[in-house]
């Protein structure tokens, strides 16, 4: 079971990201997906999680307006748009898989991607 995490960079602020988490190895239709992210020296916080099937989704409040988290079953992946980017936004984007309802507890995620890095500039 893999989770591949992808599209990060380094862009200046006020500029967009698309972030994509693909998974293989298993089918994560049922599952609820959720992106987190950690800067140096801090915590891995909760940023945005999708359920099963698309109908909920939760934010961190930080971020809500700003990103959208989206996600294809039929491709096994979920999609993290990230626009009006700002420097503290600076982290590495984990993508993670879980079959819990709490969505925005990154104990309850048991499957995780490499991380993606996102860096923006002032």
């Known amino acids: 079971v893999q989770l591949q995490a992808s599209g990060g960079g380094l862009v200046q602020a006020g500029g967009s990201l698309r972030l994509s988490c693909a998974a293989s190895?298993?089918?994560?239709?049922?599952?609820?997906r959720g992106w987190f992210r950690q800067a140096p020296g801090k915590g891995r916080e909760f940023v945005a999680a999708i359920n099963w099937s698309g109908s909920r989704t939760y934010y961190l409040d930080s971020v809500k307006d700003r990103f959208t988290i989206s996600r294809d079953n039929a491709k096994n992946t979920v999609y993290l748009q990230v626009n009006s980017l700002k420097p503290e936004d600076t982290a590495v984007y984990y993508c993670?898989?879980?079959?819990?309802?709490?969505?925005?507890?990154?104990?309850?995620?048991?499957?995780w991607g490499q991380g993606t890095q996102v860096t923006v500039s002032s």
């Open positions: 190895g298993r089918a994560f239709s049922s599952a609820s």
């Open positions: 993670a898989a879980s079959y819990s309802s709490e969505m925005a507890d990154l104990n309850e995620y048991d499957y």
